[in-house]
Each structure stands twice: as C-alpha cells, then as structure tokens.
C-alpha cells in the first residue's frame, strides 16, 4: 500500500481524537489481537469497521431520486446520499458485468485479473486476490450473497466465511441457490431472498469481530422483472427522449453504422437490447420494468440500515454502494452498456461511515472500480497486494485531492457478440479519446464540457489536432503504465449474439 494513503488514514483517524497508540495497535493483526481477547472487544475490533459492499447490476448513474431522475423513487438510496458521500465521477474502467466485477474485487484493470468477457472466465484467486479474502485473512468473517456472475457454477470462493450464490444471471423467482456448497431450490422473489440472507449473516455476527458482507444483486438486470408488489408503480410515468437518441452517427466512426467491409460491423444495430429506430416510446415496458426493478433493490438497503441501526452498529460499519457499470437508456439508440460513452462507463457510488465522511458530501474527483479495493483494504489497514493498480479514495474524503488521477485508461475486449469491436480510450476530467485498435476505422474525441451527450467527434477536425494528440499520448502513457499489450491478446470468440450463454 502506498505510504500516503496508509498515513492518510491515520491522520484521518488522529483527528478522530484516537492517539497513536491506539491507531498502532489498530494496526497489528487482527488475528492475533482477537484470538487474545476473543470476548472482549479490543482496539482491532473497534476501529476496524463493519464493511458492507452492495453492487447491484446495470444501475445507471442517475437511477436514484437523490441524482434528479424524474420518476424513480428510491428513498434509502437517498438517505445514504444524505448521511454520506457522493462520488459524482465514479467509472468502471470496463462496462460489462464479468470484467467489473473481477475489478472491484481485485482492484485491477481487466488485462491484469484476465476476466476479459462474460463466458466465463474467472478470477485467478492467488495471482489476483479479491478483497474479502485478503480482509478474511486479517481476522475478518466474510460473506457472500448474491450474484458472482464468472465462471459459471454456483459453489463458493476462496475467501468466504459464509456463500450464498446463484450461477450465472440466475432468475428473479424462485431461483436456485447454493449456501455453503448445499444446492436448493428457493420460493420468492430474487432481491428480498438475498437481502434476507444478508441480513441473517448480520445478525449472527458476534461484535467482537468485524465482518466484510458483499452483497450483490441480480437487479436490476434484464429481463427487468420487478416485485410483484412494485408491478404497477410509475403508472403515470412518461420516459423523456434523451438528447442523444437521434444521433445519425455522422462524424462517427464507420463501424456504428455499418459502413465498413469487415462483416461484423454492419448491422449497427444488432447490438444487445438496442432500440429499433423510429419515434420515442415513453412508456416503453422494459425500461420502465427497470425502474420498478430497482424499488426491490432500494426496500433492501433500506433493510440493512434497520438492522444495522438496532443493533447498535450502524455508524461502525461502512456502507458503499454501486453498480457494475452503466446502462443505456436511448441514448445514441442504444440500450445494454460495453461502449465507452458516458451513460455506459459512469455508476452511481455512494458511502456511509460517519468517523470518516461528511454527510452530504460529494467528491467530483473521478474514481473508478479498481479504487474499491485498496479503499477497503486501506480502511482495515491490511496491506494492499501489488496486483493492485486503483487507489484508496480515503485522502479525497478528508479534502486531500492533491495528486489525485486527471486521467484513465478504459479497455473493452471482444465478448459474446462480435459486433462491438475491441476498444481502449482515455477519460479525462474534460475530454475524452476512443480508439478501436482492430480495425482501420476513426477515433472518437470529445469535448464533454462543450458536448456532454457526446454528439459531435472532433477526432477528424483539424483545429483539435494538438488535443488529439495529446490525448493520444496520454492513452499510450496509460497503457504502458497499467500493463495493457504485455501480455498476449486473448483469442476472440467466435459467438453471434445472441448466444446461448450468459450475457
Ligand atoms: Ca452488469
């Protein structure tokens, strides 16, 4: 773990009034400290937090009332973003499920962990450990619940104390779950069956310990099926057209219209869940079973703070909540996420934990996925491993952004459909650089001060030559920096969408 962020912490817990005594002890292996004390609670169960992770699925950024969305009423959404942190720049540093995920939990970028598509490939749990079993061998009880979506079977991962897994997508009802390596089949509804086994874990967990619960949903992913008591919610609701969604594509690079030779690329459109072109449909039924979906998902946060709060445990315990990446609504006539436009590569990302965090704070710095993990880390300070390429946002929550990222690098590898080529980019706070490396085909270059709906690509226009290079350089620089292209390129499937398997 980098120096600063170790010491940041520590400043940070100083100002908490805790003297350096206590933060060295805080600092010596939980193992050893609590199999000292195990009925007392002593400094590392005190000041190592409860950690809970909640990753729901295909959030977009602003699917929360707290962020302005016109319809969607999620009212525990918005009390964390009260009582806490907004991260208004928060990216994945690849949009599609598989990949993320495996860089949340490894805190690396996707041609680190090899986690490059959603057929099923799965982390290499010694060479790039997840967060909860490095927390797990510092003295934590881990759990799991939820959707693991990597390799596709069911059974538990290194590193859990307790599992609780569906394979695969899974199903909103009546799904079939695995706990602890015991296949069952279950009666219910898919958000409520995993928020009452996350709230089991909880409440079996004894104080003198803390624990690390990730809990991830299946919502709100395709189909959209909600809770039979949200099926009829929003019955007034009218969708608005996004600005982007009559993008004709003009200025664009010839693969998103079908005007290249290589017959993948030319049917633009059949790219997962795009919309059919033509007039706007604002009660279109997929998109408002989205929004529906997510109430399920918002009752069960609003669950966890229940019973976190009479157990007395609500403020020990850091909450961050988020999503494996974004998700179109129309924009650009797509649905489905993987391109690097912004309503695809941005996710919502809130946290709770008073000691450390402002309520109603917000943190404009742009933080990524591959940063939850080192952040976790850092918070129980156990070391973070080398694999490691994100950052602990801890020094942003204490005003400290000095040196902070100006830039990253996004990467998107071919997966299940063939139809979206390869692409690595660079997002800056203001600009933004696209380039498809197979094929002889355009960049794309924005101004997304000037052009936030991205509309207009000044890759081709003179005047932006001096940006376009510079934003080339920078693409490059990150490449190198993080790795990308030193190890061999992973052989392309050959699968037409839509594919038997998962997606
Ligand atoms: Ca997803």
Redesign the pocket.
């Known amino acids: 773990m980098p120096t600063d962020q170790t010491f940041s912490r520590r400043e940070m817990l100083a100002r908490m009034g805790w003297t350096a005594a206590t933060v060295a002890l805080a600092s010596c292996s939980a193992v050893k400290a609590e199999s000292a004390s195990a009925h007392t609670p002593g400094p590392a169960a005190l000041h190592r937090p409860n950690i809970i992770f909640i990753l729901t699925?295909?959030q977009r950024y602003d699917a929360m009332s707290c962020m302005g969305h016109p319809i969607v009423k999620t009212p525990n959404m918005d009390r964390l973003r009260r009582e806490g942190v907004l991260f208004q720049n928060a990216f994945v540093t690849t949009s599609?499920?598989s990949p993320?995920?495996a860089s949340f939990l490894t805190g690396a970028y996707v041609h680190t962990h090899g986690v490059i598509g959603n057929w099923g490939c799965e982390i290499d749990h010694d060479a790039t450990p997840t967060f909860p079993r490095l927390l797990h061998d510092a003295g934590y009880r881990t759990a799991f619940v939820g959707k693991w979506?990597m390799k596709h079977t069911n059974q538990p991962r290194p590193g859990f104390d307790y599992w609780l897994a569906f394979a695969g997508q899974g199903v909103y009802n009546d799904p079939t779950l695995n706990e602890n390596g015991r296949e069952f089949k279950a009666t219910g509804y898919i958000t409520d069956l995993l928020t009452d086994y996350a709230l089991n874990f909880i409440n079996q967990q004894n104080p003198d310990q803390p624990y690390c619960l990730y809990l991830s949903h299946k919502a709100v992913?395709s189909p959209f099926t909600p809770a039979p008591r949200h099926e009829n919610i929003y019955p007034d609701a009218q969708i608005p057209e996004p600005p982007s969604f009559q993008d004709t594509k003009a200025g664009k690079p010839a693969w998103q219209r079908g005007g290249i030779a290589d017959p993948r690329y030319q049917q633009p459109r059949d790219v997962p869940d795009s919309i059919t072109p033509g007039p706007w449909d604002p009660n279109n039924a997929r998109r408002l079973g989205y929004l529906r979906t997510l109430s399920a998902v918002d009752d069960s946060l609003g669950r966890i703070l229940k019973t976190l709060e009479e157990r007395g445990e609500l403020d020990n315990t850091l909450i961050l909540y988020t999503?494996?990446?974004g998700?179109f609504f129309g924009e650009h006539g797509l649905g489905d996420?993987r391109l690097m436009y912004e309503e695809s590569l941005r996710i919502p990302m809130l946290m709770r934990y008073p000691p450390l965090v402002k309520p109603n704070s917000t943190v404009t710095q742009m933080v990524l996925n591959i940063d939850v993990a080192p952040t976790l880390l850092d918070l129980a300070d156990v070391p973070a491993p080398a694999t490691v390429q994100g950052r602990s946002v801890l020094p942003l929550l204490a005003g400290k952004t000095a040196g902070w990222r100006t830039s990253f690098l996004y990467e998107y590898w071919i997966d299940l459909t063939d139809r979206i080529p390869r692409m690595v980019g660079v997002r800056t706070d203001g600009w933004k650089l696209i380039r498809y490396p197979d094929l002889q085909d355009i960049d794309e270059m924005y101004d997304l001060t000037a052009d936030p709906t991205e509309m207009t690509n000044l890759a081709q226009d003179p005047k932006y030559a001096e940006q376009h290079q510079q934003l080339n350089a920078e693409l490059n620089r990150l490449m190198i920096e993080t790795g990308y292209g030193s190890k061999p390129i992973p052989k392309e499937p050959r699968v037409t969408w839509p594919a038997k398997t998962e997606h």
């Open positions: 699925d295909d599609l499920c993320a995920r979506h992913h999503s494996d990446n998700y996420k």
